[in-house]
């Protein structure tokens, strides 16, 4: 795997491969919150991609569900360019969704579960990837394989004694927890261990937002 960083933005080249450790140590670096906006259209995607960063959160990924769902990530891909963010493809199943996302200049890949093949695609196109698990097994192939940024899912079923579970045997893996996560539940999640917590209907919620702002400040 290659150490080169790839840029986030639509113009950049994807030829070189991407280490996703070091890709997500820095896009991670200055707040412990991503946004997923699955399934919102292109205009709302637009509107709470501006939310997030408007309240600290870098991160934000885009699920590939729908012909709309591509729209929406070349939409928000362009408009994140324009202020430094980092935008991705989330429920990457496949090596062609992989080039899909790398054709409109996502910067990273998110899959719910853990395929090699994927992860190998995503670097070979430039973007980091972050692939799911959910069992010490996937985290051990996942370990072995180099990666170092893992997204545990479903987090709100796996419950917060999974995380030290895990550091237990595998305390350089960092996890982003995704499924059933919320301002309410965030800051728990956070003290169990998980590097990242991935929120999505709190940013449209307005009595939210100052509950994902003490997070971000912790």
Same mark, same amino acid.
């Given at each position: ?6 840029? &986030? ?31 919102? #259209? ?13 309240? !600290? ?7 590939? =569900? &729908? ?16 202020? !430094? ?54 985290? =051990? ?19 917060? #004694? ?5 550091? !237990? ?30 929120? #999505? !209907? ?17």
């Amino acid at each position: 795997m290659s150490t080169s960083r790839a840029d &986030s933005t639509a113009s950049v080249d994807r030829t070189a491969s991407v280490d996703s450790t070091a890709w997500f140590d820095d896009a991670f670096a200055a707040a412990p919150l991503m946004a997923i906006l699955r399934g919102m #259209g292109v205009t709302r995607s637009l509107e709470l991609a501006r939310t997030a960063w408007d309240l !600290g959160i870098d991160v934000v990924e885009i699920p590939l =569900q &729908s012909a709309e769902d591509h729209e929406a990530l070349a939409a928000v891909v362009v408009a994140g360019a324009e202020r !430094g963010k980092h935008v991705g493809a989330g429920t990457v199943l496949d090596p062609a969704t992989v080039r899909a996302a790398a054709a409109v200049g996502a910067a990273f890949t998110v899959s719910p579960g853990l395929d090699l093949e994927v992860v190998r695609a995503s670097e070979e196109a430039g973007l980091a990837s972050l692939p799911g698990v959910a069992t010490a097994t996937e985290v =051990q192939r996942a370990h072995v394989a180099g990666l170092r940024w893992l997204k545990a899912f479903p987090a709100s079923l796996l419950g917060t #004694g999974w995380f030290p579970a895990m550091h !237990g045997p595998f305390p350089e893996v960092r996890f982003v927890a995704t499924g059933g996560m919320n301002a309410r539940n965030a800051a728990d999640v956070l003290d169990a261990g998980a590097a990242v917590v991935a929120v #999505g !209907g709190a940013l449209a919620d307005p009595a939210e937002l100052d509950r994902l702002s003490e997070v971000i400040s912790r």
